[in-house]
């Protein structure tokens, strides 16, 4: 007998950050991820540090991947899944009209330097949110999970 698929079962999504500026923007984007239903996070070039303030114990809920450098990320992506940065750059779709990939990874920069062109490049996609300079990242990150919820 063959095995009807259900759509959901098909889709997931993670969000991360490259660089992250520091340990507390993490802890914070990782309780938004579990609240809003995110399969996984990751980080790239940095160690994150347990917080005290985590109060979820959202480590225990969701994983948190950590990358030492963009191209074992990259080369550890899954597949069939499409890489989409958030930068405030000309080529990037405002949120509001953006239609998510049903399997994607979401990546940030940090709030210093935003993503590198060379990262930018490998991005399937590229997102804007509303403003003319840069949010905080757990922010910026919240903001993009709740738009993908609520459009699903």
Known sequence: MRHKWDRNEERYFAIGVYKPKTEENIGTLWRSAYILGADFIFIIGKKYKK??????????????????????FYSSMPYSCKLVGIELDDRAQDIKAYQHFERSMYLLGSEDNGLPKAVVKKCHDLIKLPGTSSLNVAVAGSLVLFDRVNKE
Request: proline share 5%; no cysteine.
């Open 51 to 72: 917080q005290r303030t985590d109060t979820h114990k959202v480590w225990s809920r969701i994983p948190l991947f950590q990358f030492e450098s963009f191209e074992s």
